[in-house]
């Protein structure tokens, strides 16, 4: 199985600050990933697909990048409503595997 | 407007048996992807299982494999999951979650999810 290794698991934050996040998968994985965001208690929404594109209705200010086996998401000046959780998710190969996700915190 | 909605969830005893259900609309079912994915309380996600959008190809994870049973009625735009031989670890909030069709990638709407809780 692809293991993915997400990086920092929470990080505290002010409004406005840029905020990256690392997914790193234990093969190459092309850009099959996609990124998502989980508020508690709902269900997670897909931010980024295909590493980089950015998902219809989704706030310019989140971004993705990288291929192969490194892959970032941005959030280029952080929003109150961007606190939550992040998870990275590859689709190259079966099983289909997340990170462990991250916990973005108000400072 | 795309909805999916999770029924069927709730208190089952380990060795026990529960048949999840997603109702959807707002697309043509029939021509999508579908999958369960689940959380455990206050852990990640886990993908558990896929089924193309004619039925072709199914795929599991290795922690349902021979358990778990995926299905899909495209008559009744409903997905299905055959929850046998219940363990304590497949406690969980179960989502449905289609695959997209005009982007790459998966999972691009999700249920608000159905929480099954295993336990004596």
């Known amino acids: 199985d692809i293991q993915m290794t997400q990086s920092p698991s929470s990080l505290s934050a002010s409004v406005g600050d840029r905020v990256t996040i690392t997914c790193r998968a234990s093969q190459g994985i092309r850009n099959d990933l996609g990124w998502y965001q989980q508020k508690p208690g709902k269900a997670p929404k897909r931010l980024i697909y295909?590493?980089?594109s950015l998902q219809s209705g989704v706030p310019s200010r989140f971004s993705g990048s990288g291929s192969v086996t490194e892959f970032t998401l941005t959030i280029s000046s952080l929003q109150p409503e961007d606190f939550a959780t992040y998870y990275c998710l590859q689709h190259n190969s079966y099983p289909w595997t997340f990170g462990q996700g991250t916990k973005v915190e108000i400072k | 407007e795309v909805q999916l909605v999770e029924s069927g969830g709730g208190l089952v005893k380990p060795g026990g048996s529960l048949r999840l259900s997603c109702a959807t609309s707002g697309f043509t079912f029939s021509s999508y992807g579908m999958n369960w994915v689940r959380q455990a309380p206050g852990k990640g996600l886990e993908w558990v299982s896929f089924i193309s959008s004619s039925t072709t190809y199914i795929y599991y994870a290795d922690s349902v494999k021979g358990r778990f049973t995926i299905s899909k009625d495209n008559a009744k735009n409903s997905l299905y999951l055959q929850m046998d031989s219940l363990r304590a670890e497949d406690t969980a909030v179960y989502y449905c979650?289609?695959?997209?069709?005009?982007?790459?990638?998966?999972?691009?709407?999700w249920g608000q999810g159905i929480l099954v809780t295993v336990s004596s």
């Open positions: 979650a289609r695959d997209p069709v005009y982007t790459r990638g998966r999972f691009d709407y």
């Open positions: 295909a590493a980089s």
